[in-house]
């Protein structure tokens, strides 16, 4: 039998919750893989079993595993007898398989749980490891092997695997909870929201636009970024606020140097009426301490106060070469660094205020209608969904409608209305 066998790391210590998680990170598993030929077959000691049909495609399954959160790593497996020769044969059989690694060196570790077959553990690795040095011409290496073939040989029947890959970390999908993500098209807001998506919350996007005085560009990359994203989540939500209209307003009445904070401030309230709308119970930013004007420590005490739902900054106290390294592993980097004009320059100075005060922001608003201005960018707001894998999942607005892995489902203009697509 050829299985894949899954190590969660960390969700082994959640006590009385450990039910749960364990339950939605098989689910996670099954919509990761569903498309991919691998069947569910067991729970077991602290780790899963899944089968792998024989067409599977093992770097499909790989890429897919290595994207659900809650695993900490996992390795190809199978199931054999106790008989040693078949047992060699069967191991060698599974690493010929295509798909496989061709490690450099190698070693077998074997473990007994049942001591009575008359062989120490040593020498059923002598033996596996001649066969399996003479069918693959790997090198033995026992200090430091590339890769490490484990055998446990149970009652009546051999459980093996074959090295270890990593897995994404993190808790399930699901069981943290929702966030409403303030998503720019920047480098660092993605990396952010992956990092609240990877400790458990099931992320809903929002990004501000400033079509039509700008181009299509930021929203495009918004909509790249939320696809992508989705590969770890599964399905997705982006809203798509127009914010021209509010800017135009402030360029009426507010001082230049505030309007980046008074912006901040009104993507906040926005953000907030959707993250209550879809239940979401946090707002995130791609923040950094110092990184420019609108992100010193004044002024986001300035900004939060627009909003009574927490705002993570999950990026707090990173450098940006980190940042931007953590963009490249993720896959968001190219898309992050295509052209676009940014909604918050948008008539706003070279050198706004690095520090504005409450009372000050609150005056300069006194002329703008705030609650009108936060309604009618709801109302405005588009809405896409995004699903992945896209085989065998329906979509409510567009059945049949396929377009690719992860492509953006349907655009809904006409505002915020109605739950998220499914519950989590
Ligand atoms: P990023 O790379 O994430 O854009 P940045 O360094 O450019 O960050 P700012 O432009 O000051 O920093 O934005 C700070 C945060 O505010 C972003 O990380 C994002 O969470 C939010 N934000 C800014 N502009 C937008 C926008 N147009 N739509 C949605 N969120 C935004
Ligand atoms: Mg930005």
Redesign the pocket.
């Known amino acids: 039998m050829r299985s894949i066998v899954i190590h969660y790391n960390e969700i082994a210590l959640k006590g009385r919750n450990r039910p749960y998680f364990m339950s939605r990170l098989v689910r996670n598993i099954r919509q990761a893989t569903a498309d991919a030929g691998v069947s569910f077959v067991r729970v077991l000691n602290g780790r899963f079993e899944v089968e792998l049909a024989p067409d599977a495609d093992l770097d499909v399954v790989r890429d897919r595993l290595s994207r659900v959160f809650g695993i900490g790593n996992f390795a190809r497996a199978g199931r054999s007898g106790v008989d040693l020769e078949q047992l060699g044969r069967d191991i060698i059989d599974g690493l010929n398989l295509p798909g496989g690694r061709e490690p450099a060196s190698f070693r077998i570790a074997a473990r007994r749980a049942d001591k009575r077959h008359g062989m120490t553990s040593m020498d059923i690795e002598r033996t596996l490891g001649a066969m399996v040095q003479a069918a693959k011409g790997w090198k033995v290496d026992l200090g430091n092997p590339e890769m490490t073939i484990r055998v446990e040989m149970l009652g009546t029947e051999t459980f093996y695997s074959f090295g270890n890959e990593q897995g994404a970390g993190g808790l399930p999908t699901g069981v943290s909870g929702r966030v409403a ?9 993605p990396v ?1 929201a992956w990092r609240m998506m990877r400790r458990g919350c099931r992320a809903y996007f ?4 400033s079509y039509p005085v700008l181009s299509r560009a ?1 929203q495009e990359k ?1 909509s790249e970024l939320a696809r992508l994203l989705t590969t770890w989540q599964l399905h997705s939500r982006l809203y798509l606020v127009p ?1 021209a209209d509010i800017q135009q307003k402030a360029l009426m009445t507010v001082d230049p140097a505030l309007r980046v904070v008074i912006y ?1 401030r009104l ?1 906040f309230r926005i953000a907030e009426q959707i993250a209550r709308r879809v239940r979401a119970q946090a707002l ?5 301490v110092g ?2 004007a ?2 010193t420590l004044e002024n986001m005490t300035v900004i939060d106060a627009a909003a009574s739902l927490p705002v993570l900054r999950p990026l707090i106290g990173m450098d940006k070469d980190e940042i931007v390294e953590a963009a490249k592993t993720l896959g968001t980097y190219p898309i ?1 660094i295509i052209p676009d004009q ?3 320059t948008l008539f706003t100075p070279k050198h706004p205020a690095t520090s504005t005060s409450i009372e000050q922001i609150e005056q300069a608003e006194r002329g703008l209608d705030a609650d009108a201005l936060v309604e009618a960018a709801i109302a405005a707001a588009a809405v896409e969904d995004f699903k992945f894998p896209m085989i065998g999942l329906r979509t409510r607005e567009s059945e049949g409608a396929e377009r690719g892995n992860g492509a953006p489902r349907a655009t809904e203009p006409g505002g915020v209305q109605g739950p998220p697509p499914e519950k989590t």
């Open positions: 993500c303030l998503l720019s098209g920047g480098i660092d807001s952010a929002i990004h501000f636009h930021s918004a914010f901040r993507m995130v930013t791609g923040e950094v990184q420019v609108s992100q992050s940014d909604c918050c």
